[in-house]
T-cell receptor
């Protein structure tokens, strides 16, 4: 089954404790992206990657890091999480065509206390 | 940069009644538009998309949307909703290498 998977689905952590949210897709998509969803704000892009070893900032990159060492994986790293990073996070992938229609993972709900 | 405005944050509707969710986008030469649905505790699923061609686009679950270039709108409609249509709906537009999303419209269907 074609899908985007994320782990963990739920995470509660404390301020300053480094964490990684994994994302993997099995559709051989070149493009991958991370979004955060907050009430009343819709989804905002954090980082994206056009291909292996190619990443770039989205609209809200502060406090986040990413890497793209393999085509299928695109982990999101919070080196020192803060309470304002409490949010619902989605990973997405897309073929690099003209529409950039994106396929989303199930989401990771992160709470930073 | 492209932007999207969803004009209604909440839409309550009775079962079997029609529903329309309004979406306006900032104008551009080429526009690629999407509607996604998010059921409770799930990820986003594509309902339909407009890439080119016919301005009336049909999607899954009986939804359709009409692209109106002169009014820069892409409103979503369903003639008769079910309880299972209770969800949050997002309009999105391609914006460089990402999708720009509206703030979302929560549809609550009541019996």
């Amino acid at each position: 089954e074609a899908q985007v998977t994320q782990n963990p689905r739920y995470l509660i952590t404390v301020t300053g404790k480094k964490l990684t949210v994994t994302c993997s897709q099995n559709m051989n998509h070149e493009y991958m992206s991370w979004y955060r969803q907050d009430p009343g704000l819709g989804l905002r892009q954090i980082y994206y990657s056009m291909n292996v070893e190619v990443t770039d900032k989205g609209d809200v990159p502060e406090g986040y890091k990413v890497s793209r060492k393999e085509k299928r994986n695109f982990p999101l790293i919070l080196e020192s999480p803060s309470p304002n990073q409490t949010s619902l996070y989605f990973c997405a992938s897309s073929p690099r065509d003209y529409s950039y229609e994106q396929y989303f993972g199930p989401g990771t709900r992160l709470t930073v206390t | 940069a492209q932007s999207v405005t969803q004009l209604d944050s909440q839409v309550p509707v009775f079962e079997e009644a029609p529903v329309e969710l309004r979406c306006n986008y900032s104008s551009s030469v080429s526009v690629y538009l999407f509607w996604y649905v998010q059921y409770p505790n799930q990820g986003l699923q594509l309902l339909l998309k407009y890439l080119s061609g016919s301005t009336l686009v049909k999607g899954i679950n009986g939804f359709e949307a009409e692209f109106n270039k002169s009014q820069t709108s892409f409103h979503l409609r369903k003639p008769s909703v079910h309880i299972s249509d209770t969800a949050e709906y997002f309009c999105a537009v391609r914006d460089d290498y990402k999708l720009s999303f509206g703030a979302g419209t929560t549809v609550t269907v009541r019996a």
